[in-house]
């Protein structure tokens, strides 16, 4: 059975571990293959332990678990762009899950976590535009291409990431 809870910092590892593998899966062809192989694992340890180092009181980590095993996470910026809302930073679900409605479920919480931090504000994430199966999830749930731009990647390359919107966090979970 699959349950949701807040992150803690005793978490950060799994949380790590679980980005570079998704990461390793799905970028592949996007970000460099010595990256992915070599430099990612060590690269996403260090993004966390900065962000539970030095916690914001905007940002919310929301953890899918099956069991005691992380099977997804969700981590969100209430109103980090005065123009779009909060940010969906990161969205990541286990291969091994995939197609099981967690990812749903955590965006959909993520919605409404930063409804309640700022209300009646939008909802918003950057995606790769390669990421063919992710952006098709992301409109699947009614986000809306509002921009499409260059962005540096970690491993120093360049990728163009879509801008995907919904109006309102609400019209994210009331779907």
Known sequence: MITFRSANPSDEAAIARLHAQSWQKHYRGIFSDDYLDNEVVQERAAVWAERFANPQANRHIILAENGDALCGFACIEANED?????????????SEVQGQGI?????QRAAQWAESAEPNCGFYLWVLEDNHSARRFYEAMGAINEETIPHENPDGGTSMVCRCI???CGDVYKR
């Open 82 to 94: 005065p123009i779009f809302g909060s940010l969906l930073d990161n969205l990541h679900v286990s």
């Open 103 to 107: 990812g749903v479920q955590l965006i």
């Open 166 to 168: 919904w109006k309102e």
